[in-house]
């Protein structure tokens, strides 16, 4: 069983119930996620041993997300702990016309003020195969970045595959710096990027290249500058969505080896229960098939059908076993009952 | 800050939760909403100074409706108070092939007893610049037509512009008196009307034209006869509805100013979180489209695009705001998450 | 009134709400239902004289499932009571593309340890006009298919009429017997099968036909040996289901009286809010179709559309009036709000 | 098994949760009770054979009340149906120094305005043992009185017993006439009846006797003038209540058959779950007693104890079996659990 | 009507309910609340013109903090915009032998970073009779409290009664300065003070002086250092707790006007609904018993009738009326049903 | 840290909500819990190394209970799988005078079916301090008690310590066998007893002997016995309840060390929250006190505070920290708000 380790933030999510408005809601659905705990359980789910690394408050909010971790079957030994709070965000659930809207209140939480040094990262990746962080850890401070750059450092010298998902959040990098002043130090030990291309070459403070994602044949061009710049890169692979509503999504993928273009088809996603985390769900799917298909068709098939599964469960991440994934690309897609 | 005036009756809506069927309900959700006050809703949420004149027993579901008017941040300062009980509708949320189902229990509530006289209307609609009312008052009873009536007559003497949205409900009407009798002396004194042209005609006696909305051509010929009646008539409007299923509907709009026809593009609303109070939505966003636009397309857009956000909230009336509805109008409707 | 007795297992169903995993849920919905309880409602629903034969537990989960019973209005004097525990199955409601899952935990139950000779049949069925039963009870234990054998008998033997639903389900016939060994001796006295041919020649023994249901010529020449075999057989009857995804399916039905084909439109189904028990629905309409109307293609209609509605109901059986199936059949499937 | 009979109003209740105030409720648990309809339940829980006749309104609210009286195993086949609306009643649940709040809405419910002649009470009240009535009917409207009557005359010439809970509300009582107007006719026909002595003489038309219901000696001389003014009396009972809090009471109860004082022990009641219908739990016990027992004595016992259960019970009417009644006189009161 | 005005921060409080940890929750009731707007809320409901100021940020969760405040008739017209997030507290709310228990997630709120010179006090406070304030704004921040003096010395310039509830927090007070440092020159202008003695020498810097309160005759010597140096004191009173458990409270309170000691009986209180917000109770009752009933036995009576009903009301303020008060000071304490 | 390993069953646990009975529940509140899981779970609480042995079906049902295991931090590596179901109790909290009722549906279960052989013992209990198994397992099947005695046995080799809680349950020990044929020869390997001693003694077939657990002094003679028949015996410890009603009990504790009797005071619960599991909670808590204090005193009071801190939890085990414990037996009890 592979060894799988995630760096990143979990945070409090409170939730609406059945499309209410913040306003008309008496009650918040109280569950736990963020970008790289949702990859790790994922891959929990998958078989695949998982450890999550953050830094979470010594009170009882903390210590229930600690819970979640544990019930999810992820490793949390390395877990430090310290800080004010843990992070929070609202999630008002959209339907139809009406899009869903995420108010952050993630700001002064445990892990935006963890420091380098606080993780033992040569203890914690001795043995590892993979190391998974994410655009969201620079994006919330300074000491993040510097904490997360710490590991990715610890993860390359130690021979770990390293994966990113970019996740750029205009809503946060608000301490001073910008993605290209801090991006591109922390990218350029990536074996494994998730994103589309512009946001990988806005980070890397690159001018956009508008890629047609429908046409194959041009894509490796567009992909060949990251591949030179970052010259540990093996794949990048991005998830291709496009928005019919926000209950009617269409889901596809691409991904790039340095040689040949891989391209998923496009599924019907609809109506969506929650399309939150289904960008980690691709992620953790890609990771997985990865691993485990030396494939990379089935690998991108995989993350595909992991992503369309997540939009039909609620919470952050993607509750599905390797069997329903499995189900899922081999299947014709009825859904039938099982029973 | 323009200030807007509506009259009618405000209710306790009950209604079962997930689609179950009454039988089948151990709990009600409990809300409260009525026509007119679900135009004054909309208008406040879009920053008008919106008051709602009513009539409230006085008991804790009276009190219990007026903490919610106060809520929505209408003005409740010259409510008045007294009669038996507040009316009440049972509401069962239909789905796919199967359509809500209404029952409504709202005889002998405080407003259907309501009296000409106990609403001092030269100081309620001072300084006013538009008095809103519908044809449900006038559908409840005797007393309360009259009380409406002398509303309108107010108004029509101080100047305030006046709209009514018509309203038709085939199971009110049960006093004794026939629309044709009562409404006409009511819709005399219009500005603004919203309702289909035979809904119009039917109320003042005249007969069924059929009216074929994809013609625009037609249309002006068929509406001229509404503006003949009612001289002091500037805009007649409706919302076209196409009902796929009770949970997919088509929306759009006509507007006739008495010189042109303006039309809104249809749009798609699946899934559909509530039906209920989407004419009060457009007629909300037609009375602040025609308050603020001076432009009769961007209001009927505007009116379009809030009633199709209302198919999206539960509950009677729209909790959208302005920026949102906008948003809808000029976006691309994919309804992305907003993170 | 008609008279309509049906044999079978109710059980307490236990479902995750809001499309949960079972491992995210704190609570599980509790209702209770089976496949020939079912029918009893749809039956009693219409005003048919409907009685349920079962066997309870003497314990506070079979009174509440007997509460159930009676507070639908199916007759439940005949009941006999005894055994260990009320069966039980877990149901997991999917969404688009993730198909509803049944865990069933229904061995050991009441029904299932039911013996020849506990139930008065002579004294049951007197006086009736229909005996129903369906490929459940021969599938749950050894006991029970006799005891199902000896209510068709007599049944027979009296003269009512026999309806079978054929429902295989291969998670049952757990105890060591094939459906060929069992079924063709329960089968030889139907009046009414439901089930597609394919499964009916399975449980006879026979090989697959493959047929083609789009190709109604050919259908009577695929149906002939089954009527052949079952010289009592007067009409044929299957559900068409067409699995868009788990929250959009498509309904037909097709009819074979040994004459001629009927064949009901394609309707469409979305969303879906609880799909168990549709094909009971579609029994219940039939039974109800074939007693009321005298026309092979009303009560097909009828089946199709009751099996449509049963999709908007949550629970396991189709709580919808008469009246309602009817407005469904004559209507334009607009599902308007009626106020 | 004995049969008896109830006639009364059913209503919809709606109750707040978890001691909310209504202005703070956004739904209302929905059950179906009423004092007489309350007293057939637990006859039907004791396996007495109760019947229940009323008049419900023909919607969906007045089926669902239906169904309610078929679950709780009370026949229905006399009930008639009309009317405009099911009576409501809005119940906010007190705690510890916040007393319950009642909100009644029931004017003009279906059966304030049953009229005499509607129910055929000869066919109703054949082969009955028992027929019960409160001084609620009367208290409603004079036609429900007068109907009331009807039926009490026909109950004395068949020879049924008659049971009358006085049940004075003086929110009731609206109609313009006072009890004392109506009820001495009524109630001149009693061989049972429930209440205080004072309430019973008020009633009647009689000054107050404040009798000390400590001082069993003195009871007799004031009730006896009760027996002189009713020949067919044959039992007078009251609870005694002692109120602590909203949640704690102690309760008692009293009987007299015209020649000896029964009393029974005061038992503690805390936490009180529910304390609405613990009148009607009384009376039914009390009947159940009297029809059973051929014991004053363990008929008041079975009175009291099933009044102190009813507190534990959520909703209007005593959800106990006969066995755990009997425990209750029978046990130490320790409450353990069984299992 | 008096007009009074609050300062102070209002926040999201998420509870768990039916006594769950916070580790078994999967939702948190969601109310808003705080002290000073907990006493606004109190005297509202009494018919007070009430006034809240605070500040609170420009996003959805701030929104619904401000339709709370509208939802309760507490005018807030002169809030602040602003700042990053709404403070939030987390309860689970205990009970028996185990205490709630309180998470203070409320660093960095928008009223945590109020400055100075943001309100227009002297605009607010115009015509005002009260300005009440409490410890837990000096707590929070340095700039809180510097904008809560500047409130108090506007307030006190233009004749406006000034009470503080002393409230204080030992997990507060974290922006290193002390009571004794800060709160000596915002107390010197109360003119009516709520807490229990230690507490204000405490946070005047002057030593433990242990006061019995069961002694009525050493109060006033207790007391009258107090009103030495605050020269302008009128009123200094303190609730009095026994807390037997978490669900059972003995309420009483004293009452020192500088000449006499006042005190009230000690009421019991269980079961307890919610605590969190009875000191808030009490404020606004003594508040209100001082402005209209210049009796300071009663107003003392009030305060504590309204602490005790408060424990049965859920959430932070006191949803009772003006005549529910008083008939709890006038009353028996039964608690009867009303009906 | 201490490592503690516990066998036995693990249940899904259906309960009532509200005090509602069975026959009212719409839903079924859905915990996971069973007597030495529940021991594991507080062990896990207090920072001991627990792990629980079970056997589970591999089915969602299963996998559910395997995730609750995990979430509270209890190690689960050596759980085996098979068989048909999870075991099921059904659970309906009472009030006041009506007492918990629980509904077994717990035959046929994964574990009743575990068999000698299947866990590795040796692997199991190598490097544990403790070994604790509960009277429940022998009862449910006579394979369960092989498999529990195989523990025992490798436990007793290993010199692991051994404890059992005699948990009598007349509802189980169904299969043929009773207390007295099977208990001895597993009892005798115990080092630490809880239970009353005439269960002791009824198990190891011995007469009663009616201890009064109020006389200290004439203890030691009445458990002496018992350290004869078992050598290994170093503690016997019971809890003493006295049930005032099931809302309200007082729970004390004995503990005989073969010298000594200890004795721990009576403390109030009320309300009871939840009472299922407050003996293994005492169970929990003893063996902690007994591993960590050196203390008998300390280590029952410890045990005492933990059990009456459990009826404030909902669900089957003691989610309560060391601390509070602690806090428990060193504080005053009055269980203030911690803020």
């Known amino acids: 069983m592979s060894r799988v380790v995630a760096f990143g933030e979990i945070m409090l999510r409170l939730s609406t119930e059945r499309h209410l408005r913040f306003s008309q809601s008496t009650a918040f659905g109280a569950t736990y996620g963020g970008g790289e705990f949702n990859v790790c359980v994922s891959l929990a789910n998958y078989g695949v041993n998982a450890e999550f690394v953050t830094r979470l408050p010594e009170n009882e909010i903390g210590f229930s997300a600690l819970k979640e971790i544990r019930k ?68 919330i401070s300074e000491s993040a970045a510097e904490a997360c750059l710490e590991a990715i450092k610890v993860a390359h010298k130690l021979g770990v595959k390293i994966s990113c998902d970019l996740n750029y959040r205009s809503k946060l990098w608000q301490y001073g710096k910008t993605p290209s002043e801090v991006m591109p130090e922390m990218l350029k030990y990536s074996n494994v990027i998730l994103g589309d291309i512009d946001t990988a070459y806005f980070m890397l403070g ?125 299947g014709d897609g009825s859904a039938l009952v099982s029973r």
């Open 206 to 330: 690159i001018p956009k290249v508008n890629p047609n994602y429908q046409d194959e044949k041009s894509l490796p061009a567009v992909y060949d500058k990251l591949f030179e710049l970052i010259p540990s890169l093996k794949v990048a692979a991005t998830t291709l969505r496009y928005s019919v509503s926000a209950s009617h999504q269409r889901i596809g993928g691409i991904l790039y080896d340095g040689k040949a273009i891989y391209s998923a088809a496009v599924k019907e996603v609809t109506p969506v229960v929650d399309r939150v985390g289904s960008g980690d769900a691709f992620m953790g799917g890609l990771i997985y098939g990865l691993l485990e298909y030396n494939n990379n068709q089935r690998a991108l098939d995989f993350a595909v059908a992991a992503c369309c599964l997540k939009h039909t469960i609620a919470g952050d991440y993607n509750l599905v076993t390797l069997k329903e994934v499995e189900n899922m690309i081999d």
């Open 72 to 139: 999810m079957n992820v490793e949390s030994k390395n877990i430090v702990y310290g800080g004010e709070r843990l992070g929070i965000y609202f999630l008002e659930t959209g339907a139809g016309t009406r899009g869903s809207n995420v108010v952050y209140d993630r700001a002064h939480s445990a892990m935006s003020t963890i420091q380098k040094g606080q993780v033992d990262w040569e203890k914690v990746l001795e043995g590892a195969e993979w190391f998974h962080w994410s655009g969201i850890t620079p994006a």
